[in-house]
């Protein structure tokens, strides 16, 4: 069955960095466009970042543009999220997902937590 799992968030002070990881599963990987999401405390979920199929076309959010670069190793089947310059306001779970596809289960999601 198709399956996400979310790896590499953590606590780390503003202005940092830190790499998350998304191991999918049950599906061909490289066949389908991704995404990450996250949900901050007390807030609605939000696309962060997706990035298409076969060539790797990028998306971001006005609020992580130029700090988040999302990538992918279709041989791993591997998704990644390079966050740069963290802000208080990226605090949240952050989730991975098909772009395209509103029945997939969502993951555990990672916890990020930025504070000084």
């Known amino acids: 069955q198709v399956q996400f799992v979310e790896s590499g968030g953590g606590l780390v002070q503003p202005g940092g960095s830190l790499r998350l990881s998304c191991a999918a599963s049950?599906?061909?990987?490289?066949?389908?466009?991704m995404t990450w999401y996250r949900q901050g405390p007390g807030k609605e979920r939000e696309l962060v970042a997706s990035i298409t199929a076969t060539t790797s076309k990028t998306n971001y959010a006005d609020s992580v543009k130029g700090r988040f670069t999302i990538s992918r190793d279709d041989a791993k089947n591997t998704m990644y999220l390079q966050m740069n310059s963290l802000e208080l306001k990226d605090t949240a779970v952050y989730y991975c997902?098909?772009?395209?596809?509103?029945?997939?289960?969502w993951g555990q999601g990672t916890q990020v937590t930025v504070a000084s």
């Open positions: 049950g599906f061909l990987f490289s066949y389908y466009a």
């Open positions: 997902r098909r772009r395209d596809s509103t029945n997939d289960p």
